[in-house]
């Protein structure tokens, strides 16, 4: 049983391990995304994590805890850099693992491990949804805002183009009705 070992020890010793896992995490914030097996991806979520969340606060103390673990000052730079402005707002899950299938050589299962913030292939911006509390006059105020925004954008273009609602509504009388042809099936039978 392993109860208690949260470490994924990866078939290596513990200064092996830990070199693999710098090199791995330089490598990742260098490219935003890095090939690898799902083994070493989960362990690599788990040891660059902390890392972005440490590089949110751009000190002295910060900056020293980061280049001890990944012992790389341009990877410390770009984390500190370009990476912590993306996911400044954002409060955890910096990484997505993507499962690739298997390799070809000896069937090891492979991902791809990404920076979220980084990836131009998903859309980032999403609709605001509507507010669910019912007391809160913030959220309400917004959506009324919203609403009248909606409503002025489509009024003016449908009012030019669209024709008048009663020429809509009205029915040529010339036209014969649908359900008198299966009536005079079922007569006729």
């Given at each position: 049983?392993?109860?208690?070992?949260?470490?994924a020890?990866?078939?290596?010793?513990?200064?092996?391990?830990?070199?693999?896992?710098a090199?791995?995490?330089?490598s990742?914030?260098?490219?935003?995304?890095i090939?690898?097996?799902?083994?070493?991806?989960?362990?690599?979520?788990?040891?660059?994590?902390?890392l972005?969340?440490?590089?949110?606060?751009?000190?002295t103390h910060?900056?020293?805890?980061?280049?001890?673990?990944l012992?790389?000052?341009?990877?410390?730079?770009?984390?500190f850099?370009?990476?912590?402005?993306?996911?400044?707002d954002?409060?955890?899950?910096?990484?997505?693992?993507?499962?690739?299938?298997?390799?070809l050589?000896?069937?090891?299962?492979?991902?791809?491990?990404?920076?979220?913030?980084f990836?131009?292939?998903?859309?980032?911006?999403?609709?605001?949804?509507?507010?669910?509390?019912?007391?809160?006059?913030?959220?309400?105020?917004?959506?009324?805002?919203t609403?009248?925004?909606?409503?002025t954008?489509?009024?003016?273009?449908?009012?030019?183009?669209?024709?008048?609602?009663?020429?809509?509504?009205?029915?040529p009388?010339?036209?014969?009705e649908?359900?008198?042809?299966?009536?005079e099936?079922?007569?006729?039978?």
């Open positions: 049983m392993r109860h208690g070992k949260k470490v020890h990866l078939g290596r010793t513990n200064t092996h391990r830990k070199a693999m896992l090199n791995m995490a330089s990742l914030i260098e490219h935003k995304r090939n690898t097996t799902v083994a070493r991806a989960k362990a690599l979520k788990t040891f660059i994590e902390p972005i969340t440490r590089s949110k606060v751009d000190s910060n900056r020293r805890i980061a280049f001890r673990e012992r790389d000052k341009y990877a410390v730079a770009e984390l850099r370009t990476i912590s402005e993306k996911v400044g954002r409060p955890g899950g910096y990484t997505r693992i993507i499962k690739m299938g298997n390799r050589g000896d069937n090891a299962d492979m991902a791809l491990i990404e920076l979220v913030d990836n131009e292939v998903y859309e980032t911006a999403k609709p605001k949804k509507k507010s669910r509390r019912r007391g809160s006059k913030k959220a309400a105020a917004e959506v009324t805002e609403a009248e925004a909606e409503t954008d489509v009024a003016e273009p449908a009012t030019e183009e669209a024709p008048k609602a009663e020429e809509v509504t009205e029915a009388t010339d036209a014969p649908t359900d008198a042809p299966s009536d099936k079922n007569e006729a039978e």
